[in-house]
């Protein structure tokens, strides 16, 4: 029998915790980019799919990054089309990554209705990333955000390396500051900060939180995007619940990295992040045993198991 099926976790309630969670699903598109093979395009249309199911409604579903820097997902013109019924539907969204106008044109040829970027708060970050400095990325992201906001698309921004990094080390809070504001003022919808290598704690996260704020960047605008390098995302993501934010970046079954920083390790488990959710009493519209069954079923296709621990769990037979 199932842990879910005796009554677990128990909710127990802690205060002045958000009453629901967003959860921001990225399995479909920063786990399997990190993948060394490539998954099907019918096998990740299915996996779309099946994160729908479990109830999720926000579902990064690819990337409009040229193939030659992400070849896992070349396929991305012949994806979308495959999911994009689902916003019509069932009312899922599903953003697309776009790193310039040309990602932008192909995202809006094909209806995409959502986007989002991605910035970095240090220079290391941007010249590995996006081959330009801070201040070059920003001002080639003005154009984007302009032309996406005149047409009405919802615009999110990723801010990598907003708690370390690993060729500069600890990021000042002030520069990570300046690049969220740069972003919101050119228009954005939402930032997602990002520990790209798992090295925050709680202090520094809610720091770093009141600090947005007393810039004017509003909790209501922020996502957190936590890795488990250090075993920190669930107590980073709880220190950020304390201080009001609700969206949370999670991939299902604990998939990705980040190409680009090889520190890197997997993104916090959307299962981990609702066992501890369901366990406050906190609503995210997901079904625990419907998403934890789809994580297994994608591990079995990628010839590995899951490295969430609630998906091992959940998913033990004695």
């Not at 005796?6 to 786990?31: F, K």
Request: include cysteine; proline fraction near 6%; charge should be negative.
């Amino acid at each position: 029998m199932s842990t879910p099926e005796l009554g677990l976790p128990m909710v127990v309630p802690a205060p002045d915790l958000p009453a629901r969670v967003r959860i921001y699903e990225v399995g479909a598109r920063d786990g399997l980019q990190n993948e060394k093979a490539t998954v099907p395009t019918e096998v990740k249309a299915e996996f779309v799919r099946r994160l729908a199911d479990s109830g999720l409604t926000t579902i990064e579903a690819t990337s409009f990054v040229h193939p030659k820097w992400v070849p896992q997902l070349a396929d991305a013109e012949q994806l979308f089309p495959l999911v994009s019924d689902l916003g019509r539907s069932s009312g899922v969204h599903l953003p697309v990554l776009v790193p310039n106008e040309r990602g932008l044109d192909r995202a809006l040829a094909l209806g995409a209705r959502h986007v989002a970027l991605f910035a970095s708060a240090t220079e290391s970050f941007a010249k590995a990333n996006l081959n330009r400095t801070v201040d070059e990325s920003l001002a080639m992201f003005e154009s984007v955000v302009s032309r996406a906001k005149a047409d009405k698309v919802h615009v999110r921004s990723y801010i990598s390396m907003c708690f370390g990094d690993p060729w500069e080390g600890p990021v000042p809070i002030h520069q990570v500051v300046r690049v969220c504001k740069a972003l919101m003022d050119m228009g954005c919808d939402e930032l997602s900060l990002g520990d790209t290598i798992g090295v925050a704690t709680p202090g520094h996260v809610q720091t770093l939180l009141a600090e947005l704020n007393e810039e004017g960047v509003p909790t209501s605008a922020l996502g957190v995007h936590f890795h488990d390098t250090y075993g920190q995302a669930l107590t980073n993501t709880l220190a950020a619940l304390q201080h009001g934010v609700t969206t949370v970046d999670a991939s299902a079954g604990g998939l990705g990295g980040c190409p680009y920083a090889k520190s890197a390790t997997g993104n916090l488990a959307t299962e981990d992040l609702v066992w501890m959710l369901q366990g406050l009493g906190i609503d995210t519209g997901v079904d625990l045993a419907r998403l934890t069954a789809t994580s297994v079923w994608m591990a079995e296709r990628l010839g590995r198991p899951s490295p969430s621990r609630t998906v091992k769990a959940l998913s033990h037979k004695e």
